[in-house]
């Protein structure tokens, strides 16, 4: 067993645990018009968005932003101002 600390008050060993990858926290994502956002309200680590696409001819395609930080926006729009965005989520990395 891994501990990370271990230190003794008033005769009681007191032990924590290895801390893990910390991710963004309290996320939402949405679309408007042909673009897609996410924003993650605290944590650490970062995220980005990725927006479903359609060309209007029945092809589906996606696009991703780029990667930022917590209480940061990712947006991204879809290829042509006339293809729709039908949908965003949120993908995160930990530190």
């Known amino acids: 067993m891994l501990f990370s600390t271990a ?3 008033s005769g009681v060993a007191v032990v924590t645990a290895p801390t893990a990858a910390a991710y963004p926290q309290d996320c939402s994502a949405g679309t408007s018009s042909n673009s897609g956002w996410s924003y993650c309200r605290y944590g650490s680590g970062s995220h980005r968005v ?3 696409c359609n060309n209007n001819l029945g092809s589906i395609y ?3 932003g780029g990667w ?3 209480g940061s ?3 991204r729009a879809c290829d042509s101002v006339y293809h729709k965005a039908t949908g965003a989520l949120v993908e995160k990395q930990g530190d």
């Open 7 to 9: 230190a003794l008050y």
């Open 50 to 52: 990725r927006v479903t």
């Open 62 to 64: 996606y696009r991703w």
């Open 68 to 70: 930022v930080g917590t």
């Open 73 to 75: 926006y990712s947006t």
